[in-house]
Nanobody
Framework: VYVVESGGGLAQAGGSQTLSCTASGTIRNLVAMAWHRQAPGQPRLAVARVMKNGDTWYMEGAKGRFTISRDRLTAFLQMTNLRPDDTGRYYC???????????????WGQGTQVTVSS
């Protein structure tokens, strides 16, 4: 399974940006796709997640500003009203199930940098 992110770059505070993540390879049972953010010197944090059935989850700071969606094996993260603390490298996580007895396997992309200036 290969995961590729795109869409990062520079943005001004209050602006918008959309990230895309496309998974490829043999994926028979997609469980979820998620976006994580890692700022320099900080741990990687989950930002938003979309399940196979369409259910979504957002970190507290993303609610009302970010929207995650999925179209087959591509996930999008629409970010609005960006803030400087949204700055970081955004990684896409793809969870694939192989057995009902084991946890899903996670596959990660290389990430895309988002920098928000004030």
């Amino acid at each position: 399974v290969y995961v590729v992110e795109s869409g990062g770059g520079l943005a001004q505070a209050g602006g918008s940006q959309t990230l895309s993540c496309t998974a490829s390879g043999t994926i028979r049972n997609l469980v979820a796709m998620a976006w994580h953010r890692q700022a320099p010197g900080q741990p990687r944090l989950a930002v938003a997640r979309v399940m196979k059935n369409g259910d979504t989850w957002y970190m507290e700071g993303a609610k009302g500003r970010f929207t995650i969606s999925r179209d087959r094996l591509t996930a999008f993260l629409q970010m609005t009203n960006l803030r400087p603390d949204d700055t970081g490298r955004y990684y896409c996580q793809v969870e694939v199930g192989y057995s009902p007895y084991n946890a899903p396997e996670s596959y990660w992309g290389q990430g895309t940098q988002v920098t928000v200036s004030s």
